[in-house]
């Protein structure tokens, strides 16, 4: 700091001559003031509209208009989205069924058949017998698993989750069939099926849908072949036939449980899962042929399925054999051993008490 | 100048930061006439028209720096004072004009002596009610003590002008123009020398007028 003794002194002449210069009394223009103290103003307006807007609702806002922030929300907002989407989805009919592993074992161990198309020339009988009408049911049928699965979400997840359990229970009983199937490995594998000739009369009408469920039985047929090899094989050219008889008789009451009731002597009963996977559990087992004889009339389980009310065919469990007649058609059955036939019989006493 | 129980310049600035626009009219209402004053004159008459672009320009830039502005070092008239000198060195470059800042380049060694002899003949400055012929004299004064500044390097000449007219002492003086204390002083003197010397000379001694 300066002392008094180090400021020099101020000129007094020329302080007064300074004074009385001509532009002493200058000043600024009013305009020019008014325009300096007019952005002055403006200036901290501008800073204080922020800090102004105290409402919290204002804060979120003001939040979450900063681009990290909102591009953080855009992000959450579509992998939420994608997520419903994902949820909502039904994959059984927009993916292409996998087989089991253990299918994939059966087939490399054993020769690999000769892919064959449906044959409608050697049709079984029950396909033949079975009225035009059906196939139309069928195609309906399949066209209104379709229409139900774009409704509203909530149905969309129930049905979602009852066929997630059906693809359990098929898994489950896979399983118990290939332990079953590797304690009596005895016989040797089934012979392939040659090559069948051109479908002719097959319409050609039938939905995708259908012909990739009786694809993927055929396949699931052979994947069970280790636990019905202990019964006599059917003529190679009928099982594909067979296969689709009886996919086209079962695989609805799997597919649309709601609509299938089930009687075992008492009274009219709703489709159970316990009954599902018995079915499944059948349908790995057996391989169907047109009926050379009749079911007797005692010492065999009969199951009656409904569709609808409707009788739509029933199942009878012999000792060594099992018989179904769809309503209207003519009855298939199925050769099996003793020991499966026990075990198919105790499970359908179980499963429908 | 403010009253003693007006807010110093410093706290008008920090309530003007703080969001007061009322706080810079008070600011704004101390300076402006000094501050256009200092302006013009250190612009000189040959930029005369641009006094009010550089006067504007130093308000706006105290405008923009209120955030960062702080007390510390310097008062707010000194850092006013240097915001307006930056500015005025910006448009004499601009404008073309040779400035010397070196003010001690040509002025050799010579050390400064005061030198009364030339306002002998002078009336006395203090006179509150001069008298007409006093009058008319010291506006003669002032007229050639304007031609004489614009003889003046542009360094000294502002260490004139804060010193004499704004009345900065000499440390603020030193931190407007940002130089030591000692250069500032030395400015100061040559910068008086210069003065006296050119008003001695350019304007005859009143008729019959008193002495110091």
Redesign the interface.
């Known amino acids: 700091?300066?002392t008094p003794h180090?400021?020099?002194p101020?000129?007094?002449?020329?302080?007064?001559?300074?004074?009385?210069?001509?532009?002493?009394d200058?000043?600024?223009?009013a305009e020019?003031?008014a325009?300096?103290?007019r952005?002055?103003?403006d200036?901290?307006?501008v800073?204080?509209r922020p800090a102004a807007s105290s409402h919290p609702l204002l804060q979120l806002w003001s939040w979450l208009a900063r681009p990290p922030v909102a591009a953080g929300f855009a992000t959450v907002m579509v992998a939420t989205l994608v997520g419903v989407m994902w949820w909502d989805k039904p994959l059984d009919e927009t993916l292409p069924r996998s087989e089991p592993p253990a299918a994939t074992v059966a087939q490399s161990s054993a020769p690999a058949p000769t892919p064959a198309p449906a044959p409608a020339s050697i049709a079984t009988p029950l396909a033949e017998a079975a009225p035009p009408h059906a196939q139309e049911e069928a195609a309906k049928a399949t066209t209104r698993a379709a229409k139900e699965a774009a409704p509203a979400t909530t149905a969309r997840r129930e049905d979602a989750r009852e066929r997630a359990s059906t693809e359990r229970a098929r898994s489950i009983a896979s399983d118990e069939l290939r332990a079953r199937s590797a304690a009596s490995a005895a016989a040797p594998p089934p012979p392939a099926a040659s090559p069948a000739p051109a479908p002719a009369n097959e319409s050609p009408a039938k939905p995708a849908i259908a012909d990739a469920r009786d694809d993927a039985a055929v396949q699931r047929g052979a994947a069970a072949q280790g636990f019905a090899k202990s019964a006599p094989a059917p003529a190679p050219a009928a099982a594909p036939a067979q296969r689709r008889q009886e996919a086209a008789t079962l695989t609805p009451v799997i597919d649309q449980p709601e609509r299938w009731t089930w009687q075992r002597g008492g009274a009219e009963q709703a489709m159970t899962p316990g009954l599902q996977r018995w079915l499944v559990q059948l349908d790995r087992a057996v391989r169907w042929q047109p009926a050379d004889t009749a079911p007797p009339a005692d010492g065999v389980v009969v199951l009656r399925l409904r569709r609808d009310g409707t009788l739509h065919a029933t199942l009878q469990l012999g000792s060594d054999t099992a018989w179904l007649t769809p309503a209207g058609g003519a009855p298939v059955m199925a050769p099996l051993s003793p020991a499966t036939a026990a075990v198919l019989q105790a499970a359908l006493i179980a499963a429908t008490p | 100048m403010p009253t003693p129980d007006a807010p110093t310049d410093d706290a008008l600035m920090a309530a003007?930061a703080g969001?007061?626009?009322a706080a810079?009219?008070q600011l704004?209402a101390r300076h402006?006439?000094g501050l256009?004053?200092f302006v013009?004159?250190l612009l000189g008459p040959a930029l005369n028209a641009q006094t009010?672009e550089v006067?504007?320009d130093t308000?706006?830039r105290v405008?923009?720096a209120?955030a960062r502005w702080q007390p510390q070092g310097a008062s707010f008239r000194t850092w006013l004072y240097t915001l307006a000198h930056h500015r005025v060195i910006d448009m004499l470059r601009r404008s073309g004009r040779e400035l010397s800042l070196d003010a001690q380049a040509d002025d050799g060694d010579a050390p400064w002596e005061p030198d009364t002899t030339a306002?002998q003949g002078?009336p006395a400055?203090?006179s509150a009610a001069p008298q007409s012929e006093e009058?008319a004299f010291?506006?003669r004064?002032?007229?050639?003590?304007?031609a004489c500044l614009e003889q003046l390097p542009l360094p000294q000449r502002s260490a004139?002008l804060l010193?004499?007219?704004d009345g900065l002492?000499?440390?603020e003086v030193a931190h407007a123009l940002e130089v030591g204390?000692e250069t500032a002083?030395t400015r100061?003197?040559y910068a008086?020398s210069k003065?006296?010397t050119c008003?001695g000379a350019h304007l005859a001694p009143l008729t019959g007028g008193g002495t110091r």
């Not at chain 1, 101020?10 to 002493?24: C, G, N, Q, S, V």
């Not at chain 1, 200058?26 to 223009?29: E, H, K």
């Not at chain 2, 004064?141 to 304007?146: D, F, N, R, S």
């Open positions: 700091m300066t180090d400021e020099p101020r000129d007094a002449w020329l302080r007064e001559a300074l004074r009385h210069a001509p532009d002493a200058a000043a600024p223009p020019l003031s325009a300096i103290l952005q002055a103003r200036a901290v307006k800073a204080a | 003007y969001g007061s626009a810079f009219e704004y402006q006439a256009y004053r013009r004159r009010d006067f504007q308000w706006l405008v923009q209120r306002w002078w400055p203090a009058l010291w506006r004064a002032g007229e050639q003590l304007l004139f010193h004499h007219d002492a000499l440390d204390f002083k100061l003197r008086m003065l006296r008003m």
